[in-house]
């Protein structure tokens, strides 16, 4: 007989759903625009299309759910209610449907947050775009997925040919929802679990004053190894312009560059030009520079931006699939470095450092998880690191290798593809970074208040790659 108890979020998946308060959304996402050939973007049957697809990604119709007296982390269910005109929406851009006019929808469209009491992801279809273009914005939520598993996505929007692939046989026609356990279900089930784990059974049990006490203990613990990590890079002066409060409104910047002036830039500098990663990351430093100098913030010799680097630890086996499989590295940007070259070489020596003596800090300590069992306690130590994550860095850039080739959505090809990346407490941009068809498009997710020339920074990037490309070979 199938085991059809539900399944229950791992610690970091339920880490991102407990980070999220009302300024801080966790969602992932992408925005993609396509050139329709014949200027036409059929909406209705692209629908149709997903919800042919959607047994390939069944967690697309779950939910989650909490467990009764916080007695276990929260599960996924079957949506009885599910909807797909809810989650797949129309929206348009007005005329004359610019660039900037996108950016904005993008802004406010990424400012409200996923309903928790649905399956946590939307897709919107934004057409009135210039030149006959359609636009489309995903949004998925961080407890779903990671950076590259958000992409998954893709399976149910594109193919890699213009006509589009028929549905895979041995899906679930006529889709109903398994019946949701009960409450009572759910917490007995949580109590069996815990009771193979005496530690956590006694945790789940104990509502007193000295477990408050251990949890802080605990999350002290596990911050002040990521705080380690990051002292062991600290040589430089931290610039702190990137952090400050954020409310729940958002702006979108896009920068859209090369790939081959990448790859070449890596080459040309040899060994010190590090990895196409490195050079990424030493773009962002550069227009990092390009953005404080021209908001007149002081910069001195020795200043550097901590940076983030989410890095997947994703494996290739039965299980590797959905949820999070990530660590993280710290590095530092030289942003007082006025030399380009310096600034790469200075990063492709840090990554190299860290590849070789192991300088990571797992996911699940960023976040102040590694010893925290129960629902109570997990919620409290993800939204305390989360508070503190501006101490710790100033910045995240993710950087996900995207497909090589051209996709298409309804015999659309893809033009581009800009990754959205979710702020922490007191972080006024995080920055995506995703190559896809010989193409490096930059995403920069902004507070709406307190990054309002994020549009400043994203021209930045175009001229530091510029700049990388026309400094010497050391």
């Not at 069944?58 to 005109?85: A, C, M, N, T």
């Not at 001195?300 to 994703?314: E, I, K, N, T, W």
């Not at 659309?412 to 920055?431: E, F, K, N, S, T």
Request: charged share 25%.
């Amino acid at each position: 007989m199938p085991d059809r108890r539900p399944d229950r979020l791992s610690p970091l998946d339920a880490s991102f759903l407990f980070m999220e308060e009302r300024t801080t959304a966790m969602t992932l996402g992408a925005v993609m625009t396509f050139e329709p050939e014949d200027g036409f973007f059929d909406v209705d049957a692209f629908v149709d299309l997903i919800d042919s697809r959607l047994d390939l990604v069944p967690r697309y119709r779950q939910k989650v759910r909490e467990v009764p007296g916080r007695l276990g982390l929260p599960v996924w269910v079957d949506d009885p209610d599910f909807d797909l005109s809810f989650h797949v929406r129309r929206s348009a851009l007005p005329a004359p449907g610019t660039d900037e006019d996108l950016r904005e929808l993008v802004g406010r469209l990424l400012s409200r947050q996923l309903d928790r009491s649905r399956p946590l992801w939307e897709i919107y279809v934004i057409e009135g775009f210039e030149e006959y273009r359609v636009a489309i914005l995903t949004k998925i939520h961080h407890a779903m997925v990671d950076g590259i598993g958000s992409m998954a996505v893709g399976g149910l929007l594109l193919d890699t040919t213009a006509r589009p692939r028929p549905a895979e046989a041995g899906g679930e026609p006529g889709w109903s929802p398994r019946p949701s356990p009960s409450g009572l279900e759910l917490a007995t089930q949580a109590v069996l679990e815990n009771m193979l784990r005496p530690r956590s059974a006694v945790d789940a049990l104990t509502r007193s004053a000295r477990d408050v006490r251990e949890v802080a203990s605990a999350v002290r613990r596990t911050l002040g190894g990521v705080a380690d990590a990051v002292r062991t890079a600290n040589h430089g002066r931290s610039v702190w312009a990137l952090n400050a409060p954020i409310g729940t409104q958002r702006r979108f910047g896009m920068a859209r560059t090369s790939l081959f002036e990448h790859r070449m830039i890596r080459r040309r500098h040899g060994a010190g030009g590090g990895t196409v990663n490195d050079v990424v990351l030493a773009v962002v430093a550069g227009a990092l520079r390009r953005w404080l100098i021209a908001r007149g913030e002081p910069i001195f010799p020795d200043s550097v931006v901590r940076a983030m680097v989410p890095v997947s630890v994703r494996g290739r086996g039965p299980g590797s699939d959905g949820g999070n499989r990530i660590s993280a590295v710290f590095v530092e940007l030289p942003v007082g470095d006025p030399d380009p070259v310096r600034r790469l070489q200075s990063i492709a020596r840090q990554m190299e450092a860290r590849k070789r003596f192991g300088r990571s800090a797992g996911t699940t300590a960023v976040v102040g998880l590694a010893s925290l069992a129960t629902p109570v306690m997990h919620e409290m130590g993800a939204r305390l690191s989360s508070r503190l994550s501006s101490r710790l860095f100033n910045v995240v850039v993710t950087h996900v290798p995207g497909p090589p080739r051209p996709l298409y959505a309804m015999g659309a090809r893809m033009r581009d593809m800009y990754p959205v990346v979710p702020l922490a407490h007191g972080q006024a941009v995080a920055i995506g970074v995703t190559s896809y068809d010989g193409t490096v498009c930059y995403g920069l997710d902004a507070d709406r208040d307190a990054l309002p020339d994020v549009d400043v920074l994203a021209e930045a990037v175009n001229d530091s790659l510029a700049e990388l490309k026309e400094a010497p070979a050391a």
